[in-house]
């Protein structure tokens, strides 16, 4: 009831606007060439951006499309909207039948919207891009692989997201540590030697229900575990690589390195006990850089950036590049296609990459000096390279995703240390739950 | 040809047939028509439409089909849907208890006449009249371990040796979360009680005082009796309200740790995360009987009334 009430309240909200008279005349020429589509014929072109941390970047995004707007002579609106609350959104307005124009997404949510029908193939405006920039850089090419989406690309990658790790550098030196962590076994030990509670906690790195908590997953298979098989239809959680990751984890956790509060933490718990110097670790895409760097400069200073370390079999980066999709209902789909060629010009990009902290999709943009001065930019370039596709070495499928959204590697350590639950009983649990999820999708 | 019939103010209707009550009912039928057809769109459709995709496989951007009693099978196999009817139930009923305990027990206190009766009026309903993402975001500061003011007071009074985990402990993860929802729900029922006490003919006490009945026999058998419909309504409402609420557990521990504060509309939430919109139905709907059982014996108590 909950669900359908708020599908209908956005069904019953206010229909679009009547169409607009073109009034403005283009104030400025485009940097990029681009084609010149007639008119929305939805009467305005409806635009929902993802808001970032940055209102410099989010501020450069309103404008640019409006500038576009302008210089086509349409009305355009840009909604930016909270990126936890885009699946919400939009969803709710798939039912009610009036999605944006185009909008921003990450890339596991376009694939579970392409499995719907919802999107446009954007193939053609994606190999132009691409072509006029030097090419997409291969995380990008592969994020919107067609053959992971019935063979047609639905987005266009505009930026590539993942986690970088954050260390307290006067903490660690003053314990001989001057080198970033190469495994994550190396990192729990440099936390052990700097674990001084309740002043400062190793490991701030979260154990609960949120987006934060599913990096578990990721050290998981880091450990040579697996979410499912290689077709991406049986769970095999319960492994012994699975016993012998929930095993150090556990280990850690009784050496309390982990800080207080964080099987329950929320989407900030990490930033905020690493702002407030109460975490020794952190692995953040780059809030907690914008953060420190504005309002704590002596933070900013002891704290150093690195790549996240490997696992005993693996070295698991997720690179989650997020993409410009196309509402396969908007009326106004070349007019989407437009914009996205007007939003990839470098001098645009080269601007927000400064202040939004993305790593780079093209390979015109790996150049930007950005890339080479900022600590967390550098970070993100080396991502962007060297980073483990979506899903690695898993299948990146509807469900796999599933399985994320429920958080089941957090919530089967939250068994073990919550509830004193035996690791093997925490591991069949979860393996009966991810099964249960994957056989929804034979 | 019938008379025109003259009403009050000077109308005339044609009765055509019709008698004038016959005629008045359709003039009613006529003027509420618009309500009952406002409430079929606003309330009946979401309802009979969640009640049906929760026996289809309907998802986000896909009609889905007829799958009976798939999706309640799939969560009835759910670990976590069976902590979450235990959750809900706990949190419901040790929340109901605390308002109409101290709903009452403030209700009769700001009764009195006391001294700056209307001033402690108002200020009792302030955590109600707080938004509720504030309120939580409040409570779950309060809770924090580190820098929490209830850890600073409680060790600082050394009644505990180091900080307490409010929120990721199992055992105090649901006490937390139900002490705070409380908080921010039982100024309704003071003021609700406040109001039906107000209207206890005062003439009652003053009887049963001069015929020797003590404090507690006109509480029993005055005061009780006076303001039964308004406990029942507010129980009632504030059930629903209660079962249904999400931002409490949401922004205190997202349904963790461990489950242990799963309640339906979380769990709800989590199965709308992957589009799967008739699983989520499912999780709602199946609160249903339970709503239905609660309206059933309120209407029965009052109709006996």
Not at chain 1, 153 to 168: A, D
Not at chain 1, 309 to 322: C, E, F, S, T, Y
Not at chain 2, 225 to 244: A, F, Q
Request: hydrophobic share 45%; proline share 6%.
């Amino acid at each position: 009831m909950w669900i359908a009430a708020g599908l209908l309240a956005t069904a019953c909200a206010a229909p679009r606007a009547p169409a607009p008279q073109a009034t403005t005349a283009p104030e400025a020429p485009a940097t990029v060439p681009t084609t010149a589509p007639a008119a929305p014929a939805g009467g305005k072109f409806t635009y929902w951006g993802g808001l970032i941390f940055s209102d410099v970047a989010n501020k450069m995004l309103v404008d640019r499309i409006t500038q576009w707007g302008k210089e086509k002579g349409i009305e355009v609106e840009v909604v930016m909207i909270n990126q936890n609350e885009t699946v919400q959104r939009v969803s709710a307005a798939i039912e009610a039948g009036n999605l944006p124009d185009a909008f921003d997404a990450g890339v596991g949510f376009m694939l579970l919207l392409s499995q719907r029908n919802v999107l446009e193939p954007v193939g053609d405006v994606f190999k132009e891009i691409g072509d006029a920039h030097g090419g997409w850089l291969e995380s990008a090419a592969k994020a919107v692989d067609p053959a992971k989406y019935g063979g047609k690309i639905y987005g266009v990658p505009f930026g590539t997201s993942g986690n970088v790790l954050y260390r307290r550098a006067d903490l660690l030196e003053a314990k001989g540590f001057n080198d970033p962590p190469k495994t994550w076994e190396e990192l729990g030990e440099m936390a052990k030697a700097i674990n001084d509670p309740p002043n400062v906690y190793g490991m701030g790195f979260a154990l609960s229900n949120v987006g934060d908590g599913n990096l578990m997953a990721n050290i998981l298979q880091a450990w040579g575990g697996r979410i499912a098989d290689d077709a991406g239809k049986v769970c095999t959680i319960d492994s012994p690589e699975t016993r012998s990751f929930l095993s150090w984890v556990t280990e850690l956790w009784k050496a309390g390195v982990f800080p207080p509060g964080v099987t329950t933490w929320d989407g900030a718990g990490d930033n905020t006990a690493y702002q407030s110097g109460q975490a020794g670790f952190i692995a953040n895409p780059g809030s907690v850089y914008l953060n420190i760097k504005e309002n704590d400069p002596e933070l900013a200073q002891n704290t150093k950036y690195s790549a996240l370390p490997a696992g005993p079999k693996l070295r698991i980066v997720p690179q989650n590049p997020n993409v410009r999709v196309i509402s396969a209902s908007s009326p106004n789909k070349e007019l989407a296609k437009d914009l996205f060629k007007y939003l990839a010009d470098d001098q645009f990009m080269e601007a927000y990459y400064n202040n939004a902290i993305y790593g780079p999709v093209l390979n015109s943009q790996t150049g930007f000096a950005i890339f080479k001065e900022g600590p967390v930019h550098i970070g993100l370039l080396d991502l962007a390279l060297n980073g483990t596709p979506p899903g690695y070495p898993d299948v990146d499928n509807a469900a796999y995703n599933e399985f994320n959204t429920n958080f089941l590697v957090p919530k089967m350590i939250q068994r073990v240390v919550v509830d004193n639950v035996s690791i093997d009983d925490a591991i069949a649990e979860t393996q009966s739950a991810c099964q249960a999820i994957y056989d929804k999708y034979k | 040809m019938a008379e025109p019939i003259k009403l009050a103010g000077g109308a005339r209707i044609r009765r055509r047939g019709m008698s004038l009550s016959q005629s008045e009912g359709l003039l009613g039928m006529a003027l509420v028509a618009p309500v009952v057809i406002c409430l079929l769109i606003l309330v009946a459709y979401p309802f009979v439409f969640a009640i049906w995709i929760s026996f289809t496989d309907r998802q986000i951007g896909a009609e889905g089909s007829f799958i009976g009693l798939g999706n309640y099978a799939y969560l009835a196999g759910l670990p976590s849907f069976r902590a979450t009817i235990v959750n809900t139930l706990v949190l419901v009923l040790s929340v109901q208890s605390l308002k109409l305990v101290f709903g009452l027990g403030i209700a009769l206190l700001l009764n009195q006449p006391i001294r700056g009766r209307r001033g402690w009026r108002g200020l009792i309903l302030l955590p109600w009249a707080m938004p509720a993402f504030v309120a939580y975001i409040t409570w779950r500061l309060l809770y924090a371990p580190q820098g929490g003011a209830f850890n600073m007071i409680l060790i600082g009074l050394n009644l505990i040796p180091s900080h307490a985990d409010f929120l990721s402990s199992r055992e105090l993860a649901m006490p937390s979360v139900i002490l705070a929802t409380f908080w921010r729900g039982f100024p309704f029922w003071v003021i609700s009680f406040l109001a039906a006490l107000q209207t206890v003919p005062q003439e009652m006490y003053e009887a049963a005082a001069i015929d020797g009945a003590n404090a507690i026999q006109r509480f029993r058998h005055i005061t009780l009796p006076g303001i039964r419909h308004v406990i029942l309504v507010v129980t009632l409402l504030s059930t629903i309200w209660t079962t249904n609420s999400f931002e409490n557990v949401w922004l205190l521990t997202q349904g963790g740790p461990s489950d242990a504060t799963m309640t339906f509309p979380v769990l709800a939430y989590f199965g709308l995360q992957s589009l799967r919109i008739g699983e989520a139905a499912a999780v709602s709907v199946a609160m249903l009987p339970v709503f239905a059982m609660l309206a059933l014996i309120a209407v029965k108590m009052l109709q006996r009334d």
